[in-house]
């Protein structure tokens, strides 16, 4: 497709599971990034890659939360033992280094 | 202006009327700044963009402002329509850094 592909759109998950969320990126752009966005809230960094640099992890909040970027493209955001408060949007972004980001729609994550 | 939680700054206008909608950033060495619209359950989209070099960009119906000695960015809508109601965020880019930082948004309602 044309844009940032992201998937699933929806999940809800029992706290303590573990959830994957993937991303699919606007092929060519080389930087990709992952934002969490609660309820009513702006956009919180959590993670950057940018081609085979080691990616820049300074935004995922807890060791509960990686990623990963396979082959420079799709990429995978992991949350283990899911809580409550993991509950939000979380957005992939992608872009020609330096950029305009372009974002996915989003996978909406509930934890209960 | 500063989150409060679930209560964005809104701004409510008259459908036909123009809009201002304002940012103020945090880092005086940002050299790129995007302005994205966010429509309910979807993702960003991207409005308009504007380098440090500029003061002053144009697009279809919108205008960005860029005061870089106040670090303050600014979104005029010109004609605002019904379609225009979403929530609006202003990105900064550090220079140097490719992380974008995102402003807590400000909530646009079109009367009809």
């Known amino acids: 497709g044309a844009g940032v592909s992201q998937s699933p759109s929806n999940k809800v998950t029992e706290k303590g599971k573990d959830v994957e969320l993937r991303c699919d990126p606007i092929?060519?752009?080389?930087?990709l990034y992952w934002y969490r966005q609660s309820l009513g809230q702006g956009l919180e960094f959590l993670i950057y890659?940018?081609?085979?640099?080691?990616?820049?992890k300074s935004g995922l909040p807890s060791d509960r939360f990686s990623a990963e970027r396979t082959g420079g493209s799709v990429s995978t955001l992991t949350i283990q033992r899911t809580q409550q408060e993991d509950s939000a949007v979380y957005l992939c972004?992608?872009?020609?280094?330096?950029?305009?980001?372009?974002f996915g729609e989003g996978s909406w994550l509930t934890v209960v | 202006g500063e989150s409060v939680g679930l209560h964005l700054p809104t701004l409510s206008v008259q459908e036909g009327d123009n809009s201002i909608i304002n940012c103020a950033y945090s880092?005086?060495?940002?050299?790129?700044f995007i302005w994205y619209k966010q429509e309910s359950g979807k993702g960003p989209q991207f409005i308009i963009d504007?380098?440090?070099?500029?003061d002053k960009r144009q697009g279809q119906r919108v205008t960005v402002l860029l005061n870089k000695t106040v670090k303050h960015l600014s979104l005029q809508i010109a004609a605002t329509q019904p379609g225009d109601s979403a929530v609006y965020f202003c990105?900064?880019?550090?220079?140097?850094?490719?992380?974008?930082?995102f402003g807590s948004g400000t909530k646009l309602n079109v009367k009809p």
């Open positions: 972004a992608s872009s020609v280094t330096g950029n305009t980001i372009y």
């Open positions: 092929s060519g752009h080389t930087a």
């Open positions: 890659f940018q081609g085979n640099s080691a990616p820049d």
């Open positions: 880092n005086s060495a940002s050299d790129y």
């Open positions: 504007i380098r440090s070099n500029m």
């Open positions: 990105a900064e880019k550090y220079n140097n850094f490719n992380k974008f930082y």
